[in-house]
T-cell receptor, first 110, second 110 residues
């Protein structure tokens, strides 16, 4: 069955420290993966998608098909990065299916 | 401005009193979807629509109905709300894979 796993409910790091939010997926087809972010009192918004291979707000994520992972990384955390982060998997076989992980709350300590 | 608009943003109701949460998008997207967000469970899809008059169940459709009579609108209907439907609801649409979300509707059923 298709699944997205974010093992950490909460991740707390100091400002300036590196950040890695883990995401693993289970899907036998060709995945399209996304990271969405929800800042306090704001709507969910796309942070990045693997096919664009961009760095957004200093965040990057590389799709590792061997490890079925799409971890989100940032070398130096900033206080404004505090938010809820969701990893999502879009199944190419069905445009209807976009599966979300349970989310990780990132808290940056000053 | 491209956006997804939900109403109401906040609602407290009582068990059994029918309610409708409206969702409208101005991006001419064919695909629209409803999610509920619960602590520890992430985002779960309720219903989705691939186009006008085409709707289908997501992962947690019980107790909900939807309709898609026009491309821009995708209302979520709770015919007889129950306390376990207390949640934060998000509507989203997409045309290219990136989901655009509404601001969310926080529903409390007493």
């Amino acid at each position: 069955a298709q699944r997205v796993t974010q093992p950490e409910k909460l991740l707390s790091v100091f400002k300036g420290a590196p950040v890695e939010l883990k995401c693993n997926y289970s899907y036998s087809g060709s995945p399209e993966l996304f990271w969405y972010v929800q800042y306090s009192r704001q709507r969910l918004q796309l942070l990045l998608r693997h096919i664009s291979r961009e760095s957004i707000k200093g965040f990057t994520a590389d799709l590792n098909k061997g490890e079925t992972s799409f971890h989100l990384k940032k070398p130096f955390a900033q206080e404004e990065d505090s938010a809820m982060y969701y990893c999502a998997l879009s199944l190419h076989s069905s445009a209807s299916k976009i599966i979300f992980g349970s989310g990780t709350r990132l808290s940056i300590r000053p | 401005e491209a956006q997804v608009t939900q109403n109401p943003r906040y609602l407290i109701t009582v068990t059994g009193k029918k309610l409708t949460v409206t969702c409208s998008q101005n991006m001419n997207h064919e695909y629209m979807s409803w999610y509920r967000q619960d602590p520890g469970l992430g985002l779960r899809q309720i219903y989705y629509s691939m186009n006008v008059e085409v709707t289908d169940k997501g992962d947690v459709p019980e107790g909900y109905k939807v309709s898609r009579k026009e491309k821009r609108n995708f209302p979520l209907i709770l015919e007889s709300p129950s306390p376990n439907q207390t949640s934060l609801y998000f509507c989203a649409s997409t045309g290219t894979g990136e989901l655009f979300f509404g601001e969310g509707s926080r529903l409390t059923v007493l």
